[in-house]
DNA sequence: GGCGGCGATACCCGGCGGGTATCGCCGGCT
DNA sequence: AGCCGGCGATACCCGCCGGGTATCGCCGCC
């Protein structure tokens, strides 16, 4: 099976249409059916269900997309590597969600900065849920991912950090006098709903929240009144006098985790790792 | 980059010489140099030093080979799941290493097979060390695996059982006569080597213990005086009466897991993990 | 200095990936 | 009922690329 035609139905299954999945791949319909039409020859199984009015997958096809899916990362991913080996380029590429990760971050690069035969580390701030995927298509290289938060499925990981997570309200609300809450205290809060991040797939739950993707909006929101937050303690640094933060006694705990695929043999990245584990 | 260009690349690396590279591939010579050309161009990177008189990989080239390697197995499994996936074939694969897992695997897939909408299971038994290659590459959906001896790296896992192990001895050894035995005890017994198993790469370290490569080999080593061996406790039923086992208190013990690749959402598969931990 | 091994180059052919034009089918609108 | 429009399949054509053979250029070694 050769990647375009892998590709080319991807684009098929995730659109259901051949006209606009040929669009989408920059080429004409009749080369795409044609295509397409090969592919179920040659793996000898239908992948598509087309009846008048629509195209839909069947058992087969939703297998195919799915590991599909996982196999064209898997290309691209040797392919942006095998780009970066060249001498002279970033050696690493750290991929962490913006805004987080805040004191650890710099601690960790100053220490691995200091090891013998450091390479150049670039550093990737992606939004919500991304970190896996950058990973997985080889744009990313290491990650710092924050559990239960987010999934380390397929991933190597070493723990680094575990701590506490606080609520984070106006400055001068009445539950900031108090020292320490719980989360049947702030998980309904009239006025300050708990906002929605983004899922995996772009798109935002259901709730009455405000929908937000990153914490200059959080911070924002909550600033106005709007929205509060629940968020691991190292977040109180980046917090401005008109936010304040309470303990939270009953939250699940935050891990820090350094995560790579599990395939990697580089030496910079168990360098890194190494420098990670002894921080 | 096309499948077709990877597989090529990671022919000619494996090879380091174009002509046996071609001949292994099926094709002449000069479509094989000029494909090199071309992926190397396309790509940016050198990926092969051609110096007189043979072919060395790059830095590049080393990346491309570990990476495409992975990226091939991907669209192996790929394209073998979506032709599994028909409905009438066995719906699950699973893979242990022969001989292993004596007791455990009756019982999981008799429970897997009471359970509602059980599929059939194919059994694989394969060699050792082969499973983690049989689950990326789509020949098998799910294994059964030992630590500390198998790699889990990149897989999802739950542990089943957990033993200690025993040494199993020619009958009428005289270490036969003891009810406990220490790691000191039965590693450096005069005559009785542990036998060398392959790894991954079908190699042998060295050592001065016989090569084996399953336990067929090995009880029948053990019985003819030329070698012991430490194994789980689950081998005991296995042992013919030329055969005597001793329990060592010291030795590490063995966690029986079942694994399969992470990004799987099959509902047999999940079916088969939730009988296997309610065993 | 000739020979042999190896990768690169030159050149040719057939198939396949791409295009346009059109068909066949069906659902919906009038 | 009949026409229209949308969609995938089919028919047909072209140019490139993957494959082949023949040969060259380079180098190490008798």
Same mark, same amino acid.
């Given at each position: 099976?050769?990647?375009r035609e ?13 006209g ?16 397409? *039409? ?20 069947t ?13 064209? #990362? ?31 971050? =710099?601690?960790?690069? #100053?220490?691995y *900065?200091?090891?013998?035969g ?7 701030? !992606? ?15 290491v990650a ?26 106006? *400055? ?62 190292? !977040?109180? =640094? ?6 304040? *933060? ?34």
């Open positions: 099976m050769e990647t892998l590709r080319y139905f991807v684009a098929v299954a995730e659109e259901l249409h051949f606009r999945a040929a669009r989408r791949l920059g080429i004409a319909q009749p080369p795409l059916s044609r295509a397409i *039409a090969r592919l179920e020859r040659r793996i000898g199984v239908s992948l598509l269900d087309r009846d008048s009015r629509g195209v839909a997958l058992e087969a096809g939703a297998v195919l997309l799915h590991e599909g899916r996982a196999a064209l #990362d898997a290309v691209e991913a040797a392919e942006r590597r095998t780009r970066r080996a060249v001498p002279g380029k970033p050696g690493l590429v750290l991929v962490t969600k913006a805004g987080a990760a805040g004191e650890l971050l =710099p601690k960790l690069l #100053d220490a *900065a200091a090891e013998p450091a390479v150049e580390v670039e550093v990737l701030l !992606c939004g919500v849920g991304e970190q896996e995927r950058l990973l997985r298509d080889g744009r990313a290289d710092l991912l924050h559990l239960p938060f987010d999934s380390t499925a397929g991933l190597d990981v070493e723990e680094l950090t575990t701590e506490g997570q606080v609520v984070v309200l106006p *400055a001068g609300h009445p539950l900031t006098t108090r020292t320490s809450l719980r989360m049947a205290d702030v998980s309904a809060l009239p006025g300050l709903p708990l906002p929605r991040w983004p899922g995996a797939d772009g798109t935002y739950p259901d709730g009455p929240g405000p929908e937000v993707h990153d914490s200059t909006q959080l911070f924002q929101l909550i600033a106005l009144g709007r929205a509060s937050a629940v968020l691991p303690e190292s !977040c109180r =640094p980046m917090l401005g006098h008109d936010l304040a *933060a309470v303990p939270l006694a009953d939250a699940p705990h935050v891990t820090t985790v350094i995560a790579w695929p599990p395939h990697s043999r580089s030496l910079p990245l168990a360098g890194l790792v190494r420098a990670a584990t002894r921080l």
